[in-house]
């Protein structure tokens, strides 16, 4: 009786883990709603790679800058706390690709995927550089570069780009051939298998 007990309690314990785990979870606290044309373009943006020029992913170099444009009036940058830069696909790069669409709402934006890089703003329009070595999962596309100024809270406040019609070019690792090659490798040493264990079978039958 008391072993009935506990495996009913064991199985009513499990049972509750499994609903929980289905359950939906408190949703986090909404991240604010920030469109991007309703921020200020107060950064200045540049980076070294000229239109049309070819990065290497995992290999080449690209120098990113940012800075407040002087035209700002003084102390438009007092909210700032960090800058963090973004690579965009071009609008060549995102034709008739869904899942590359870019959004005004920037919690849908799937136009700018590839983070660069994340820094403290320096106050009083300093701005700041970064080297960036293409990542190494970035896909060959054209690229431009954003990067937001984002408040105490993580929420962007203002923004800056390069040209999007003056991208560069990434040419990306292309890790696919290398797993296609395995499964090939994989499937004609199977189908050889499968070969070799189909002919004895048929001649054990025969034997019989
Ligand atoms: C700075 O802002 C002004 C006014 O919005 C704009 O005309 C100018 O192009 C900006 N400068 C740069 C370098 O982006």
Known sequence: MARLG?????????????????LPRPAAAAATQV????????LVVAAS??????????????TVTWSLNSTEPAGADAAFKSVKVKLCYAPASRKDRGWRKASDDLHKDKACQFKVTALPYAAGG????????????????????????VDASGTEVAYGQTSPDAAFDVAGITGIHASLKVAAGVFSTFSIAALAFFFVVEKRKKDK
């Open 49 to 62: 790679a000229k239109h049309g020029e070819v990065l290497h992913a995992g290999e080449n170099t690209v």
């Open 126 to 149: 300093g701005g700041g550089r970064f080297d960036y070595v293409v990542a190494r999962d970035v896909p060959t596309a054209s690229y431009f570069v954003r990067a937001y100024a």
């Open 35 to 42: 469109f991007l044309s309703k921020l200020p373009k107060a």
């Open 6 to 22: 506990v495996a009913l309690s064991l199985s009513s314990l499990v049972l509750v883990v499994l609903l929980g785990a289905g």
